[in-house]
């Protein structure tokens, strides 16, 4: 037999909560002294406690843990119900770091929210490119969507013997419904071959695009873009409909932090 200190070590509880349980009826000792009061287990109950706990981990409520237990759950099933729950709140997880990661880019965004942002105001020249193309559901699943488009454009170009040329670059249509059309790209030089299945791109001239440039991972980019976009509206100009452009100057794959990309945003 175990003293109630005695279970509540052997079980990770504590006193105060083996005296709730008991007055719930979920966990009644095996005997309690008349005269002293004090409460007794068995060795055979901590199978029960352990039950009870991680039916409560689980999130089942008190009354359901009674049901529950009362049916007498194999190891097996209860096994099963555990590996359920880990695979649900390892998803959860995720779902709530990547939630935190957008905060917090939210947060640095309004932070330099009055910071300056240098621009210039340029002339982007037409260019040849090999392209891939996606689609995005929105503009936080871009990233998802340009990665495996990169390694699908640069396999097939690798595999017609063509060199990649730098600086890569993508470049977006902004949907009405908040879909976004992808684009990832590398240039061709006149006369390049790309290889057959791969689809080759005019990109035309934009006589005036405002451009800045990004400094860090592109996770963080948004930062920037809406910086630019606050530095067009301030100068007097509008974004004239066509692509927005991401130019990759500089991509050391080793030191995100490191990482040059230039903006570019036609305007009229």
Same mark, same amino acid.
């Given at each position: 037999?175990?003293?109630?200190? &005695?279970?509540? =070590? !052997?079980g990770g509880?504590?006193?105060r909560?083996?005296r709730?349980?008991?007055?719930? +009826? ?6 309690v @002294? ?7 287990y068995a060795?055979a109950?901590?199978?029960r406690?352990n039950?009870?706990?991680? !039916?409560?981990?689980?999130g089942?409520?008190? /009354?359901?843990? =009674? ?8 190891? /097996? ?6 590996r359920? =729950? ?5 998803e959860?997880?995720?779902?709530? =770091?990547?939630?935190l *990661? ?17 621009t210039? $105001?340029?002339?982007?020249?037409s #260019? ?7 689609e995005?559901?929105s503009?936080? &699943?871009?990233?998802?969507? $340009?990665?495996p ?7 097939? !170009?690798?595999?017609t013997g ?6 890569a ?5 902004l949907? @009405?419904?908040?879909?976004? +059309?992808?684009?990832?790209a590398f240039?061709?030089?006149t006369?390049d *071959?790309?290889?057959v ?5 005019l ?14 991972? !592109? *996770? ?8 630019l976009g606050?530095?067009m509206?301030?100068d +007097?100009?509008e974004?004239?409909g066509a ?5 990759? #100057?500089?991509m050391?794959?080793?030191? %995100? ?7 570019q945003? %036609?305007?009229r």
């Amino acid at each position: 037999m175990f003293t109630i200190g &005695e279970l509540a =070590r !052997l079980g990770g509880v504590s006193v105060r909560m083996l005296r709730h349980y008991d007055a719930l +009826g979920l966990l009644e000792p095996a005997e309690v @002294d008349p005269f002293t009061g004090r409460r007794s287990y068995a060795a055979a109950q901590l199978a029960r406690l352990n039950r009870l706990v991680a !039916l409560k981990d689980l999130g089942f409520s008190l /009354d359901q843990v =009674r049901l529950l237990l009362d049916e007498a759950l194999e190891a /097996d099933e209860l096994r099963g119900m555990l590996r359920l =729950r880990h695979a649900e709140l390892v998803e959860q997880i995720a779902a709530d =770091r990547s939630r935190l *990661d957008r905060v917090e880019r939210r947060l640095r965004t309004i932070e330099k929210e009055h910071d300056m942002t240098e621009t210039t $105001v340029t002339t982007l020249p037409s #260019i040849r490119v090999a392209e891939r193309r996606g689609e995005a559901a929105s503009l936080e &699943e871009v990233a998802a969507v $340009v990665q495996p488009l990169f390694g699908e454009l640069a396999g097939a !170009l690798a595999a017609t013997g063509a060199p990649l040329q730098d600086p890569a670059m993508a470049f977006y249509e902004l949907h @009405d419904d908040g879909t976004v +059309g992808v684009h990832v790209a590398f240039p061709l030089p006149t006369g390049d *071959d790309p290889g057959v299945g791969n689809t080759v791109t005019l990109l035309p001239a934009e006589e005036h695009a405002i451009v800045t440039q990004h400094l860090g991972p !592109l *996770d963080e980019a948004a930062e920037a873009w809406q910086a630019l976009g606050a530095a067009m509206a301030s100068d +007097g100009l509008e974004p004239s409909g066509a692509a927005v452009r991401e130019v990759y #100057i500089h991509m050391p794959m080793d030191d %995100p932090g490191a990482w040059v990309t230039e903006l570019q945003w %036609p305007v009229r």
